[in-house]
């Protein structure tokens, strides 16, 4: 029988039955909220129908992340909330994908190994609140063919399908769209002071000094290289454009920083960046404040459940606190609009929204649960596209539906997983989105032309489209798109960064016409990894040391071929 553990505030428990629901293909399990009589920290689904064994086939799969059934100690993973709300398991006796139906938004998966014996399951976190909606995980059963995680990745793309909260590319298209598919992106970081910050409360008395690596001027002079180089399209996004640079004063965006050049110089540069072919948009901020902002005020961030004010970092403007969207997104929108009349058009770039699960706020003033943030993001992404054309932000957490259009990387540890019990990486994301939304599949695939074999051969094994980062290097001690780095600081240095992005466009090319195919499968087969597209194509990647025939195809090592 499947039951729940309800874990109450107080530290005591209470097991309840779970109410089972046959479907087509598998089953649904489900808890009333009513069932919850007092304030409680969260409840696990406990069903006992997936457990493995140490040294047995197969693996539990979240988010790209996978655990095999063998060489690991005794450990427990809290997945915390996944880029996608669903989970996949697959051993000698059953296969199945879960998906997160009910209470979704407050969603996390325990992976266990203990004494040999695997296990996972759901947990809904209520941190203490009423539950704002029922609990539910409806299991999909996968059989023959399909009884892998590329069927796991099959049921839920036709989930979020069927019930419209994604949009294929090709049914959404737009001139920015259209555009971007035959193009890299390219952001530059023009200004930053320092990171880690000098000082945590800042104030216009004691803010330290920006340091200017690309002004206005030298950005003219970078789309001059590029197109010396034959970069015939580009869309470009500055960063730290604002006042005091990157991470500089948000909410405060305004005045066009002068140590760039000023708003006429931003204007300038913006048009000739048009009349050469390229698009230009700018980073933003909606989810982080520091003090020293003009609109500063107590109630801007979230407050935690403890009552203070919630932070989880510092970066160039101090101590960066979480900011709330029911007191801040009027803010937000005022700013998109004065962004929008300097010329920017293009996919707008909103920082870190889909990069990080959606947030609660405890204030008793602006109580903010996940439901609401996610929405309020929404509003954000969709009042983006309506202004600029399009929306992009860093992550691709697909509680943004529809509304994101392409992300900054998908993955931020590919090969390094630092998680307990991960012992592989799979593009599951990818079979679910690859023609939903353009994606750099990583940090690992960012800035890749300047990378080694590894880098590069990932970016096409998971389907992804280019992303240049310029300066992408600035806090200190934390390089976490790699040590590798392209810069603009001087015009050999410009050449070299456009010679990049030349390279990047090249290669992409080779695949632009899988951009708007579905990635189907994905297997691998010693050496080789291979990824089906809907209409047939095999992109084929040798991840060994010596030429592969496949299918009458040499696969060179440390390369790929497409068939």
């Not at 540069?269 to 390229?278: C, F, N, S, T, V």
């Not at 982080?288 to 902002?293: L, N, V, W």
């Not at 529809?402 to 998908?410: F, I």
């Amino acid at each position: 029988m499947a039951y729940a553990i309800i874990t109450y505030s107080d530290g005591t428990n209470e097991s309840v039955a779970l109410e089972e629901r046959k479907t087509l293909d598998g089953f649904s399990v489900s808890l009333s909220r009513e069932m919850i009589k007092k304030p409680a920290e969260y409840v696990d689904f406990m069903p006992d129908y997936a457990p493995a064994y140490e040294g047995e086939e197969g693996y539990f799969v979240f988010n790209n992340r996978m655990v095999h059934f063998m060489g690991h100690e005794d450990a427990k993973l809290d997945t915390g909330y996944l880029i996608m709300p669903f989970f996949g398991v697959k051993t000698p006796r059953i296969c199945y994908a879960a998906i997160f139906t009910g209470l979704w938004e407050q969603h996390t998966v325990i992976i266990e190994r203990k004494n040999g014996v695997y296990t996972a399951h759901s947990r809904f976190n209520l941190e203490g609140q009423e539950a704002p909606s029922d609990m539910q995980v409806d299991f999909h059963m996968l059989l023959g063919d399909q009884a892998d995680y590329s069927g796991m990745a099959a049921v839920y793309r036709a989930y979020q399908l069927n019930r419209g909260a994604c949009t294929k590319i090709r049914d959404k298209m737009n001139e920015h769209l259209a555009y971007l598919l035959d193009a890299p992106e390219v952001r530059v970081r023009l200004g930053w002071k320092p990171a880690p910050p000098l000082v945590l409360e800042q104030t216009r008395e004691n803010e330290p000094p920006m340091h200017v690596a690309v002004d206005f001027g030298r950005m003219e002079a970078l789309l001059d290289a590029c197109k010396k180089a034959g970069v015939d399209k580009a869309e470009f996004c500055l960063v730290g454009w604002n006042v005091s640079g990157h991470d500089g004063r948000w909410p405060e965006a305004f005045p066009v920083d002068e140590r760039l050049g000023g708003e006429e110089r931003l204007k300038k540069l913006i048009q000739k960046a048009k009349d050469m072919g390229y698009k230009m948009v700018c980073h933003t901020n909606a989810t982080d404040c520091y003090s020293i902002a003009d609109c500063w005020h107590e109630e801007l961030p979230i407050r935690a459940r403890d009552g203070s004010m919630a932070t989880h970092s510092a970066y160039s403007g101090g101590t960066m606190y979480d900011m709330c969207p029911k007191s801040s997104e009027e803010i937000s929108v005022e700013t998109l609009k004065r962004v929008r009349k300097l010329g920017f058009e293009g996919l707008h770039y909103i920082d870190v929204i889909s990069t990080i699960a959606p947030r609660r706020c405890f204030s008793s003033i602006h109580p903010c649960t996940q439901a609401e943030y996610i929405a309020a993001m929404r509003r954000l992404a969709k009042k983006s596209k309506e202004l600029f054309g399009g929306f992009q932000s860093e992550g691709c957490y697909d509680y943004l539906g529809d509304d994101l259009d392409m992300g900054l990387y998908a993955d931020f540890h590919m090969t390094d997983s630092k998680l307990p019990l991960v012992d592989d990486n799979v593009p599951m994301w990818q079979m679910v989105y690859h023609d939903v939304m353009l994606h750099n599949p990583g940090t690992l695939t960012v800035n890749y032309p300047c990378k080694d074999w590894m880098s590069r051969l990932k970016f096409f094994e998971y389907g992804g489209h280019p992303s240049i980062y310029i300066h992408s290097k600035f806090l200190k001690g934390n390089y976490w798109m790699g040590n590798e780095d392209y810069t603009a600081e001087s015009p050999e240095a410009m050449e070299r960064s456009a010679q990049g992005i030349f390279k990047a466009l090249e290669d992409y090319r080779l695949v632009k016409p899988l951009q708007l195919q579905a990635m189907m499968r994905h297997e691998r087969k010693g050496n080789l990894a291979i990824v089906t597209y809907e209409q047939g194509d095999q992109l084929v990647c040798n991840y060994g040391e010596a030429a592969i025939d496949y299918r009458g195809a040499s696969v060179p090592p440390h390369d790929f071929v497409i068939i």
